[in-house]
């Protein structure tokens, strides 16, 4: 019999308590009556049938309950909705791009098992691979079971509509079956299609929007940089590698020259662990292999080793700070969502003890009506948690700023059904975990007394538990507060930081010429004197020119750098960024020439080979002499400085400047003419640069009607593209921030008005025995500060550990930034003011006959 009764508890207590006695004495009946199997089969069958529809029926009554409560109370369930609603959609939103980037593998077979390997040097430590380092890597290592080579150019697609850039990968046969994916159409590059006539495998996008989804594209030729391209394939809408942007693949072959020059660093290595091999065996083989290749050739790779990773793990630190930030600031939020809820649910069930010692005196349970409390929050938190999923759906296009250009994923995350069951986990937490203690203490409603009209509402304790959430609260919104504060100081240096250039009323044109129909360099030179020539003739246009890669679009060249009668040293010590440029680029951005001559048009082959260097590539070569004339080994050959000019940041403004070597156009060579030639066209006007544009196009196709416009952008905006991720984390931030200092004042607001109104009588004693009005308004005022206090002490502490955590995101800002803490103190400080008014001036205006009558 005490089994059954332990079986007795599937049902509700307060069905248990009427019928639990009865169900007992049927049970034993049938014991004696059936026997004791076939009674236990009976009752079995009956508990599990009876107590679902019981618990169902009970269920239904609830939410019958609620939805005539909340159509009582609409103020405090929007309330409720839109706190729950913040919170559930920030964490929504951050899990999804955290989920997306860091957590969720990759879209390839066995993607932990896909491995990048770089070349190392003491000043860099990834650093693209030789052809020789990648051939000897692939033939002495046995951890892989295959290792391939690729790299990444734009090429002129031409014969389709308009001409256009294409962004594409360069690719060795064994590369795309390393990864897995098949080709949706066709097929993938093999080792034949490097021995044969020229092949493409197409993007899924590229494919619809230049063919139109068309199946009989396979076989058909296109014209890369003019060279016909059979396609053989068309890939998945999913597969993105080596990233998003890529839109075709071609085949990759090395010849004998690439094979014996291992100074010539351009290819990305991707390998395969091998069925057995573990990830710390393989890396420890490739160090033995690197030490030994610059054992062997230790004028070429002297201080270069490898550095191996898996694919996943190439997202960079910082995009990984700026990830892990966002995921803490909306846990920020969510805090402050679950802190308000159990303070609203706290308030409201004081409110309501009259009504549950009615239903109490009629004769509900504690269980009964603990049961109705908890259904009421987790339909709050239902209701809100579905417009938070709606917030997330909304935000998410807002955050792809923070996914990182270095992984083979698409540019946005989608909602499905696994970040949707994180939000139904958030919501369950919110609404059980946070309702269940507010209902626990409505629940013991004290009889009676609750019946009374002037029975004082909420008790000490109450008071303290609201105030711990409220101090929460406070704490929260000074840690947001004090993070985007350093994020904002951070970005303010960052653009008050000298460019050594000027931006405004500039703009950049991408007219990368194919080395095919523009391999000489004296062709490629008219081509950019015709178009210079038309630019400048513009009205408007005040100068123009061309150099290899503009500021901040991050290419150039890294070179090393041999000062006469001392050898080159592969580190970041000797080296120089490297850029070709026409006459006129210095003055067409402003950079200063400190010294010598600008480059000239008679600066070519047939002459003396000539530079112009930066400031900090003299310093760094020449600190105590006159740089002019000295002569330095760089690119191939032997150089003279005939300028110097300013420092410029070229590769972003949170890296500072690096050493430049600037090289007239016409001593490019021609084989170099894929990887360095001229191909950003700079334009200073004094009219709005971009509706310059259509005439640009115009010059350019009447000199070659197949040459593209690419990549149109003003100096500016490619300064904001610099900055952008860090940007969005401002903004994000700074929006939880505010929205943490507004749930805060609201926190305090709501627990004093709640003070306020129960502790009535105590104020109208007060005020009957003497006490000022004003000096009542300055004890509501005090209880508010005091509870800011207790949450800005310890938020203020844990700021500077989440500052010290996100330190490589601060730039010539200290985690312990005294104006910043200083800032976000006077803006807790003021929101709790705010909201301590209101209930002050109510406390101050208690009529104390009214107050001690009500008693």
Known sequence: MRLYRALLHFYPASFRNEYGDELARVFAQRVAERGRFIAWVEALGDIVRSALAVHA????????????????????VATAILVVALGVGANTAAFTLADFVLIRPLPFPEP?????????????????????NFRDWKNLTTSFSGMGAYSTFAVNLVG???????????????????????????????????????????????????????????????????????????????????????????PLVLDATRLTDRNDNWLEVLARLRPGASFAQAATELRLVAAQLEQKYPKELENTGVTVLRLRDEVSNKSKTLLLALCGA???????????LASLLLARAVSRE????????????????????????????????GAGVL?????????TRLVPDTLPIARQPTLDARILLFAALIVTITGLAFGVLPALRAGG????????????????????????????????????????GLLMRTMWRLQTVDLGFRSEGALM???????????????????????????????GVREAAYISFAPMTMGGGIWPVGTIGMPMIRDDASTASLRFVTPRYFSTLGIPIRSGRDVEDADDTTRTFVAVVSQSFAKRFWPNEEPIGKRFGFAFHERTVVGVVGDVRMRGLERPSEPQVYIPEKQVEDNWLMFYAPQDLVVRASVPPASLLPAIRQIVHAIDPEQPVSDVKTLDELIADSTAARATQLRVLGVLAVVALLLASVGIHGLLSFAVSSRSQEIGVRLALGARSATIARMILREGMMLAVAGIVPGVLVAYASGRAMASLLIGVQPGDAPTIGVAVVLCTAATVIGCLRPALRAARVDPIAALRSE
Not at 57 to 76: I, S
Not at 369 to 374: A, E, S, Y
Request: glycine share 10%; proline share 5%.
């Open 354 to 385: 009259r009504e549950i010692a009615v239903r109490a005196a009629l004769g509900a349970g504690r269980e009964r009506i603990v049961r109705q409390l908890v259904t009421e929050s987790v339909a709050l938190a239902v209701l809100g948690g």
């Open 509 to 539: 044109v991408r007219t990368a010429l194919p080395w095919q129909k523009y391999g000489v360099t004296l062709r490629r030179a008219n081509f950019h004197a015709r178009v210079l020539a038309g630019v400048r003739g513009l009205p």
């Open 445 to 484: 409603a004290r009889g009676f007394v609750g019946l009374r009209s002037g029975a004082r509402a909420g008790g000490g304790r109450k008071q303290r538990a609201r105030g711990v959430l409220v101090a929460i609260e406070v704490g929260a919104s000074v840690v947001l507060l004090i993070s985007s």
């Open 391 to 399: 917030v997330a759906r909304l935000a998410i296009p807002a955050l």
């Open 330 to 340: 909306a846990l920020c939020i969510l805090l402050l969502a679950c802190a308000n």
């Open 160 to 250: 389709t509509t308009v001409p256009r850039r294409l962004a594409t990968a360069i690719v060795t046969y064994d590369v795309l079956p390393l990864i897995g994916v098949p080709a949706l159409l066709g097929r993938t590059i093999t080792r034949a299609d490097s021995l044969g006539n020229p092949v493409v495998v197409l993007s899924f996008a590229l494919w619809q929007s230049e063919f139109g989804g068309d199946a009989a594209v396979i076989g058909r030729q296109i014209r890369l940089d003019g060279t016909p391209h059979v396609v053989i394939g068309v890939m998945p809408p999913t597969f993105n590698f080596p990233t998003r942007e890529i839109e075709a693949w071609t």
């Open 112 to 132: 932990d098992r896909l491995v990048k390997i770089w070349e190392s040097t003491p000043g860099y430590a990834r650093m693209e691979a030789s052809a020789a």
């Open 57 to 76: 029926d009970l269920l239904a009554q609830d939410v019958r309950y609620t939805a005539r409560a909340m159509r009582r109370a609409p103020g405090f």
